[in-house]
């Protein structure tokens, strides 16, 4: 027995090994996101899964497995003070388990109408700083156990990392791409000698380079002083 848990906490390590060069190898959001969810399953199985991120508050997803992107949970941003079970994860920092939906009196499912009867919840931390949640559901009931939890934690570490890492990369390509465009911007502005063309011009360019809704240029009247 003692050789057959030593094989299997070996195989569980070099498992997550893996898992986490896999992760670290690409700086895309979308990919490393996809990636949690293939790498998490090989060690901790799940009916379906979901990585919310803290965003103006609140927790959005932004990624699932075995969810339809239909579902509204993905337009929704869930407070974390209103969910209980949620709420205790992100006080102790620890991951939470819920043996059995239906049997805790806590339990509000952020995903209504997806079967779910077993849960694992796992924090996500960047410098001791909690930046959203991994959440793995199960249809079974009295499913997931502390060594699941034990194993998803050390996975949501790697994740966590690889996740900040490709939202700073985006933040620089998009940085990056937006100095682009302003500098292009200048040096078209620069043969424009019609006011009304020039402010169509910049408010264009301006709306989508930096995805702004409205973009309003004022000019000032001297004749009237306004």
Same mark, same amino acid.
């Given at each position: 027995?003692?050789?057959?848990?030593?094989?299997?906490?070996?195989? #569980?390590?070099?498992? !997550?090994?893996?898992?986490?060069?896999?992760?670290?190898?690409?700086?895309?959001?979308?990919? @490393?996101?996809?990636?949690?969810?293939?790498?998490?399953?090989?060690? $901790?199985?799940?009916?379906?899964?979901? $990585?919310? !991120?803290?965003?103006?508050?609140?927790?959005?997803?932004?990624?699932?497995?075995?969810?339809?992107?239909?579902?509204?949970?993905?337009?929704?941003?869930?407070?974390?003070?209103?969910?209980?079970? @949620?709420?205790?994860?992100?006080? +102790?920092?620890?991951?939470?388990? @819920?043996?059995? +939906?239906?049997?805790?009196?806590?339990?509000?499912?952020?995903?209504?109408?997806?079967? #779910?009867?077993?849960?694992?919840?796992?924090?996500?931390?960047?410098?001791?700083? #909690? #930046?959203?949640?991994?959440?793995?559901?199960?249809?079974?009931?009295?499913?997931?156990?502390?060594?699941?939890?034990?194993?998803?934690?050390?996975?949501?570490?790697?994740?966590?990392?690889?996740?900040?890492?490709?939202? !700073?990369?985006?933040?620089?390509?998009?940085?990056?791409?937006?100095?682009?465009?302003?500098? &292009? !911007?200048?040096? &078209?502005? +620069?043969?424009?000698?019609?006011?009304?063309?020039?402010?169509?011009?910049?408010?264009?360019?301006?709306?989508?380079?930096?995805?702004?809704?409205? @973009?309003?240029?004022? +000019?000032?009247?001297?004749?009237?002083?306004?």
């Amino acid at each position: 027995q003692l050789v057959e848990l030593a094989r299997k906490a070996r195989q #569980i390590s070099d498992s !997550l090994r893996e898992l986490g060069t896999s992760l670290s190898s690409t700086l895309h959001f979308e990919e @490393v996101i996809e990636r949690i969810f293939d790498g998490i399953q090989e060690v $901790v199985p799940y009916s379906t899964a979901s $990585v919310q !991120l803290l965003q103006n508050g609140a927790l959005r997803v932004k990624g699932a497995r075995g969810i339809s992107p239909d579902h509204p949970s993905w337009d929704q941003g869930f407070v974390v003070e209103q969910y209980p079970i @949620v709420h205790k994860m992100f006080q +102790t920092g620890e991951p939470v388990i @819920v043996t059995d +939906t239906e049997l805790e009196p806590l339990w509000k499912n952020t995903q209504s109408g997806i079967p #779910i009867r077993s849960w694992l919840g796992v924090p996500l931390r960047i410098r001791n700083k #909690i #930046i959203g949640s991994l959440n793995l559901d199960h249809r079974q009931p009295n499913y997931y156990t502390q060594e699941h939890a034990a194993i998803a934690a050390t996975f949501a570490q790697q994740a966590a990392a690889a996740l900040e890492n490709a939202r !700073l990369f985006d933040e620089t390509y998009r940085r990056a791409h937006q100095l682009a465009i302003l500098n &292009e !911007l200048a040096n &078209e502005m +620069t043969g424009l000698l019609e006011l009304e063309e020039l402010c169509t011009t910049v408010a264009n360019r301006l709306s989508a380079a930096f995805g702004y809704y409205n @973009v309003a240029i004022f +000019t000032l009247d001297e004749a009237a002083n306004e």
